[in-house]
């Protein structure tokens, strides 16, 4: 896990860049063992920054979201660099809007974090409730927790996020500072539950999708967090025509989900926020997973890889499969 104080360095010495006007990485919750989103304009926010295994946010979402507001005329747009911390599955988000033209590589300086896993924060909470304020470092294959003047040790595997235990990529496949030493790849994606869903009859996996979506409320948080759903018009959210009804119900429920797999199918780095944020804790890496699964066997594509690739729907190969044509 990189080292604390020499992220404050290099960060300090980033900041101060007149090239650099915004670091994004992050600094303690407000409460419990949470960390939340750091905005660093100036060296004397330095200080507040960490990273640790309670860093799971994917921070590249930012980088689409900015407001651009008309300017007063006669001033010039700030166009200096924002810095970004990145993990490995979160490197690939920056490479797949790279990839798609989303903004300039020159516009980006990437502080490249090698990571080996966070927590999935539910898991924590359930296994501590109650503490107001805490920290986690991670040793070796340990997590120890700090809080109220005592330390808990966990074995790693029981508290690690889903994602994790699946990451095939833990170095950024993108970065200007590696700011610790590679990690190996320690994990993969057997896909074993997706098999399982695929064995089952049409009516079971319908009966399936239709208890995790009519528990939808239609919040759009899997939406919003979503880096690679940066459009500034969705689709999902116009009215003339519209696609998609506003009202919570199974049927545009499961319209909005389908629609936005298909939307991301090619496209999802398998960051796992969508999951992660959902307040009714719906399986939606499962679905996800299930394109990504796809169409990497069919067309031997993943996402985020390569910076100089092409989006996959906007190429063609004599060699691909062919055998849905009727």
Same mark, same amino acid.
């Given at each position: ?31 419990? @063992?949470?960390?939340?989103? !750091? ?5 004397? /926010? ?42 490995? =599955? ?6 797949? /809007? $790279? ?9 980006? $300086? +990437? ?7 966070? #927590? ?7 296994? %501590? ?17 700090? @809080? ?18 699946? =990451? ?14 590679? +990690?190996?790849? %320690? ?19 319908? !009966?399936?999708?239709?208890? /995790? @979506? ?10 919003? #967090? ?7 018009? =969705? +689709? ?33 780095? /398998? ?6 944020? =959902? ?6 890496? $499962?679905?996800?997973?299930? @394109? ?35």
């Amino acid at each position: 896990m990189v080292d604390n104080a020499k992220l404050k360095d290099v960060a300090k010495e980033v900041i101060s860049r007149e090239d650099v006007r915004l670091l994004i990485g992050y600094r303690p919750g407000t409460y419990g @063992f949470r960390a939340r989103p !750091a905005f660093v304009e100036n060296s004397d /926010q330095v200080d507040e920054l960490i990273f640790s295994p309670a860093c799971v946010s994917n921070l590249s979402s930012y980088l689409t979201l900015e407001e651009k507001t008309p300017l007063p005329r006669g001033v010039e747009p700030d166009l200096r660099k924002v810095a970004v911390m990145v993990k490995g =599955c979160d490197s690939r988000a920056l490479v797949q /809007q $790279l990839v798609e033209k989303a903004y300039d590589r020159e516009h980006i $300086l +990437v502080l490249g974090i090698p990571c080996r896993g966070v #927590v999935d924060m539910a898991k924590v909470e359930n296994r %501590f409730p109650g503490v107001i304020s805490g920290e986690i470092a991670m040793e070796g294959d340990n997590l120890v927790f700090s @809080f109220d003047g005592k330390e808990e040790t966990v074995p790693k595997e029981e508290l690690l996020a889903e994602k994790c235990k699946r =990451c095939r990529y833990p170095t950024p496949l993108i970065s200007d500072l590696l700011l610790d030493d590679e +990690v190996e790849r %320690f994990a993969d994606d057997d896909y074993s539950d997706i098999t399982a869903m695929e064995g089952k009859s049409t009516e079971e996996k319908w !009966a399936f999708w239709e208890e /995790q @979506f009519s528990r939808c409320i239609r919040c759009y948080s899997c939406r919003n #967090v979503c880096p690679m759903c940066y459009c500034e018009d =969705c +689709v999902l959210d116009r009215l003339k025509p519209v696609w998609a009804r506003r009202s919570v119900d199974i049927s545009e429920n499961t319209v909005y989900h389908i629609s936005r797999a298909y939307h991301l199918a090619g496209r999802c780095i /398998q960051c796992g926020e969508c999951e992660r944020v =959902c307040p009714v804790d719906i399986p939606l890496m $499962l679905l996800n997973r299930k @394109f990504y699964r796809d169409v990497e066997e069919l067309y031997d594509y993943e996402p985020g890889i390569k910076v100089e690739e092409k989006p996959l729907l906007s190429t063609f190969s004599v060699d691909d499969k062919e055998d849905f044509i009727l």
